[in-house]
């Protein structure tokens, strides 16, 4: 049950985060502030070059209400 709970909460992020959180290296780090800053000034084509730095080097970037949320590729 808990495997299947974990799966669909993937999808839907409406579980409480674990207490292992993970921590970002701070270049990825780095890279999600810029590309917030890039939302802001409404500059999408940079906001997009970031995500594609990110998903190539392993991470999915989840634009939520507020917040940006950034995971390594399972």
Do not use: H, N
Request: no cysteine; net charge negative; hydrophobic share 35%.
């Amino acid at each position: 049950l808990e495997a299947a709970l974990a799966r669909v909460d993937e999808v839907l992020t409406i579980l409480p985060p674990s207490g292992r959180s993970e921590v970002l290296p701070d270049e990825i780090t780095q890279l999600v502030g810029e590309r917030d800053e890039a939302r802001k000034r409404r500059d999408y084509e940079r906001a997009d070059e970031i995500r594609a730095e990110l998903a190539a080097q392993g991470f999915v970037v989840e634009d939520l209400p507020g917040k940006t949320r950034v995971k390594r590729r399972t």
